[in-house]
């Protein structure tokens, strides 16, 4: 069965940088869009970065745009989310996904049907 599992979390002073990692497992996920998403408690997850299967199709939040780039490897089975400039308002729960869908649909939360178990960015002020 499909999985992905997320890495690289952790905590970080404002202004700092992170690296995290979604890597899956089974051979679909070079023909899969990888999403990054966030989640605070008390509110619904939030999308931050997507990127399309053959890195062409690319979206951030407005809220990360000049400070996150997303990234993979398909040979690795892995995606990356360079943080840089974090900011506290940027600690949640990373979590990354799979999706189908390609364009401007992979933005969106409900068009994601594999997710990671999540891994807590904390910035300090």
């Known amino acids: 069965q499909a999985q992905l599992v997320e890495s690289g979390g952790g905590l970080v002073q404002a202004g700092g940088s992170l690296r995290l990692s979604c890597t899956g497992s089974?051979?679909?996920?070079?023909?899969?869009?990888i999403g990054w998403f966030r989640q605070v408690p008390g509110k619904d997850r939030e999308f931050v970065a997507a990127?399309?299967?053959?890195?062409?199709?690319?979206f951030y939040a407005d809220s990360v745009k000049g400070r996150f780039t997303i990234s993979r490897d398909n040979a690795e089975n892995t995606a990356y989310l360079h943080m840089n400039s974090l900011k506290p308002e940027d600690t949640a729960v990373y979590y990354c996904?799979?999706?189908?869908?390609?364009?401007?649909?992979?933005?969106?939360?409900?068009?994601?049907?594999?997710w990671g178990q999540g891994t807590q960015v904390t910035v300090s002020s």
């Open positions: 996904g799979a999706s189908v869908s390609i364009g401007r649909e992979i933005t969106t939360t409900g068009r994601y049907d594999l």
């Open positions: 089974g051979s679909t996920f070079s023909r899969l869009a």
């Open positions: 990127i399309g299967w053959n890195s062409i199709s690319i």
